[in-house]
């Protein structure tokens, strides 16, 4: 037997991990219902028409061949314009760079950041790939908490306690997930101050950035004066376009203190040649293109995030923060006597009422005794999943 590398073997991805138990109950014929993945490609959400017919054209016009490994310079500009109109930043095409999708740009960056040992603050609980991607480079994810009852908000007290010597960055995912957190503006302002006290970097996910329900996004990257901000984001969330696999990020350095690690970065980005082209046609539209698409599905979200937010708070044994930006809801299990763990309870709701979520320890130890629900589907759908959990746990509780 050939051994694999321990880094590798050490990787877990809890959302596609709960997958393969609910493919057994399927294979025996029986209909899953499955709220798990956050792609809304699988439901009534596609990419905006301008953006399917710029990509057709690039390919059909000959646009298929390597690109620069920082992205076409066109790409670039349309994301300093993008940027400008959202967040009001000062950069440059030079400050961008175009990655395939936020997940390589998190590589990219993690890779030019750490060093073994190192470690870099991220919210507990969060999407695996910072737990996961931090520790495959051979650092440490140091997880802060994030107060519940403060909808989700970051406990700027536990991320300062949390700073070491060994501590290379601060990273921020706004609106959020799993929580569906969207951050207050003072809060985005104390991250800052926090970071501008330690000489750390913030690095900013905005792949949710336009999908708030209440309140508006604000962006470390729009009010920085000092602290160096890398700013991620992507087609596929706003855009609806998940399965195109294209992101960017970009600098925002007023004093210059990442030139080093810019130039770490960009190696790592040579090697790896380039994002595809193709789809950079679409991004450019996307970006410069209109938005009015994204009030129509923002209509059906809402419905759907009010519609089970609604059914959870009539639902025994949870307890729910409303989510304020994203598609997710992530409850509370109050009722714990009956399980092991949030796992143990997942598989038991998937066994019993056919409903697929992912256990909320899967996001990190703030996540224990909860569990993330997906709810970008229609509102038929999630009734029913909603009706089959109720009845299992008033099952369970009686
Ligand atoms: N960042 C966050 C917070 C996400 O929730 C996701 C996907 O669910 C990603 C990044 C992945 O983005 P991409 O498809 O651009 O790799």
Wanted: charged share 30%; hydrophobic share 35%.
């Amino acid at each position: 037997m050939i051994r694999p590398s321990e880094r590798a073997m050490g990787v877990e991805y809890a959302i596609r991990d709960v997958v393969l138990p609910a493919r057994e109950l399927e294979k025996k014929g029986i209909k899953v219902i499955r709220l798990n993945i956050g792609d809304p490609g699988k439901y009534d959400f596609q990419p905006p028409e301008h953006m399917q017919e710029a990509y057709c054209r690039a390919i059909k016009e000959g646009h298929n061949y390597y690109g620069p490994s920082e992205g076409l310079p066109e790409m670039r500009e349309a994301v300093v314009q993008r940027e400008k109109r959202k967040n009001g930043v000062d950069i440059t095409p030079d400050d961008v760079r175009v990655t395939t999708a936020v997940t390589e740009a998190l590589q990219l960056i993690f890779g030019g950041l750490l060093d073994p040992g190192d470690n870099i603050l991220v919210p507990s609980p969060s999407y695996p790939p910072y737990t996961g991607l931090v520790k495959f480079y051979g650092g440490i994810p140091n997880e802060y908490d994030t107060i519940e009852e403060n909808g989700w908000q970051p406990d700027i007290d536990d991320m300062r306690k949390r700073i070491n010597e060994r501590t290379k960055a601060i990273a921020v995912i706004n609106p959020n997930n799993p929580t569906g957190a969207l951050y207050e503006k003072k809060t985005v302002k104390a991250i800052l101050d926090l970071a501008g006290e330690y000489d750390l970097p913030v690095i900013s996910d905005e792949i949710y950035d336009l999908m708030t329900y209440e309140g508006k996004h604000v962006s470390p990257g729009s009010l920085t004066k000092d602290v160096p901000v890398i700013v991620m984001n992507g087609l596929s969330k706003v855009y609806f376009a998940t399965g195109w696999r294209l992101g960017y990020f970009y600098y925002v350095d007023p004093e210059d203190k990442l030139s080093e690690v810019r130039e770490a970065i960009d190696k790592l980005m040579r090697i790896r040649i380039c994002p595809s082209t193709p789809a950079q046609f679409a991004a450019i539209a996307g970006l410069t293109g209109p938005m009015d698409y994204l009030e129509e599905y923002m209509k059906k979200l809402r419905e759907r995030r009010d519609y089970i937010y609604k059914r959870l708070t009539e639902i025994p044994g949870v307890s729910t923060q409303k989510p304020q930006g994203a598609f997710y809801i992530f409850p509370r299990i109050e009722e714990r006597s009956k399980w092991k763990s949030d796992k143990e309870f997942v598989l038991d709701v998937l066994h019993e009422a056919h409903v697929l979520f992912v256990h909320g320890s899967g996001f990190g130890r703030a996540g224990e005794w909860h569990f993330r629900i997906v709810f970008l589907p229609p509102v038929e759908i999630l009734e029913e999943a909603m009706s089959r959990f109720e009845e299992f746990m008033r099952k369970r509780l009686s």
